[in-house]
């Protein structure tokens, strides 16, 4: 059983004027997600800017999530770290408050070998008990997870469930879908690859985009699953432009921007993370009002 299929919803931290987290806002936030299709509330991942809170914060953001969400839809922690005993602590205290899974990045900066992702993994997830999805962005953290890492990790580990794959490398991800053979579920961590991921048997997509368009991205998915691919690809093509520009930047900076057009106010951005560059903003506001969002 998948922990969710469908569209997760990276969501962003929203910051008052004085920095701080504005926990008013997030609940803003949760509930617009949840009122138009968001299928996961994926809490303090890259996109929520969990690099810049500390531990007291980012457990506060867990916990309140849990809480404003109230069993609505699964509530995925991110709670990777690239020093093993913060990654242990955190998923513990996110267990604690009652999260429904955990996201966990390959350690950053000082990476791993593959059997240092095995032992970093192995001793991270078996510190809990609920489900673990594995996140593998190198463009991000310098490290792959490769898919004979992966499928090892899923034999080992009891709960070690699925991975969110934001590798890009479509080849590699199809290796994966082959070795794995339905072991590990498999979630889109690109919103321009929701499509061919889900046509290698993947069950959804972690989603920057669904910050801005829930229902368009949760109806992506929903179309696949329901045997709608035409529909499904439709919606995929249409979105291609807006996912790029919610790239052309380093994510989450053009995606606060774009909620801020939208007026939620989500506030500025930690740094060292600096205001979107006025021309790619520009072209941001133009491809959002195609898209119908302005």
Same mark, same amino acid.
């Given at each position: 059983?998948?922990?969710?299929?469908?569209?997760?919803?990276?969501?962003?931290?929203?910051?008052?004027?004085?920095?701080?987290?504005?926990?008013?806002?997030?609940?803003?936030?949760?509930?617009?997600?949840?009122?138009?299709?968001?299928?996961?509330?994926?809490?303090?991942?890259?996109t929520g800017e969990s690099s810049t809170l500390t531990h007291e914060e980012h457990l506060d953001c867990i916990r309140f999530?849990?809480?404003?969400?109230?069993?609505?839809?699964?509530?995925?922690?991110?709670?990777?770290?690239?020093?093993?005993?913060?990654?242990?602590?955190?998923?513990? #205290? =996110?267990?604690?408050?009652?999260?429904?899974?955990?996201?966990? &990045?390959? /350690?950053?900066?000082? +990476?791993?070998?593959? !059997?240092?992702?095995?032992?970093?993994?192995?001793?991270?997830?078996?510190?809990?008990?609920?489900?673990?999805?594995?996140?593998?962005?190198?463009?991000?953290?310098?490290?792959?997870?490769?898919?004979?890492?992966?499928?090892?990790?899923?034999?080992?580990?009891?709960?070690?469930?699925?991975?969110?794959?934001?590798?890009?490398?479509?080849?590699?991800?199809?290796?994966?879908?082959?070795?794995?053979?339905?072991?590990?579920?498999?979630?889109?961590?690109?919103?321009?690859?929701?499509?061919p991921i889900l046509s290698l048997g993947g069950v959804g997509v972690i989603s920057v985009l669904s910050n801005i368009a829930?229902?368009?991205?949760?109806d992506i998915v929903e179309n696949y699953l329901n045997g709608n691919v035409k529909q499904s690809a439709k919606l995929q093509? #249409? =979105?291609?432009?807006?996912?790029?520009?919610?790239?052309?930047? &380093?994510? /989450?900076?053009?995606? +606060?921007?774009?909620? !801020?057009?939208?007026?939620?106010?989500?506030?500025?951005?930690?740094?060292?993370?600096?205001?979107?560059?006025?021309?790619?903003?520009?072209?941001?506001?133009?491809?959002?009002?195609?898209?119908?969002?302005?």
């Open positions: 059983m998948a922990i969710f299929k469908g569209a997760g919803v990276a969501i962003v931290t929203p910051f008052t004027e004085d920095y701080q987290v504005n926990f008013d806002k997030l609940g803003e936030l949760i509930d617009f997600q949840i009122e138009n299709g968001t299928d996961a509330i994926i809490i303090c991942g890259t999530a849990i809480k404003k969400t109230n069993k609505r839809v699964p509530v995925i922690a991110g709670t990777g770290s690239n020093c093993t005993e913060t990654a242990v602590y955190l998923s513990k #205290e =996110a267990q604690k408050a009652g999260a429904d899974a955990l996201l966990l &990045v390959t /350690p950053y900066y000082n +990476k791993a070998t593959q !059997n240092g992702l095995k032992e970093h993994f192995t001793i991270t997830a078996n510190s809990v008990e609920i489900p673990i999805v594995l996140y593998n962005v190198p463009s991000r953290t310098g490290c792959n997870i490769l898919p004979e890492t992966a499928v090892s990790l899923a034999k080992n580990v009891k709960n070690i469930v699925a991975i969110k794959e934001a590798s890009g490398d479509i080849s590699q991800i199809a290796k994966l879908a082959y070795l794995a053979d339905g072991m590990l579920d498999i979630y889109s961590g690109n919103d321009d690859q929701i499509v829930p229902k368009k991205t949760h093509l #249409e =979105a291609i432009p807006l996912a790029k520009a919610l790239f052309s930047e &380093v994510n /989450p900076i053009p995606v +606060k921007t774009a909620l !801020n057009m939208m007026g939620f106010q989500v506030g500025d951005l930690r740094r060292p993370l600096t205001p979107m560059e006025e021309e790619n903003k520009e072209k941001l506001k133009k491809v959002m009002q195609e898209y119908g969002i302005l």
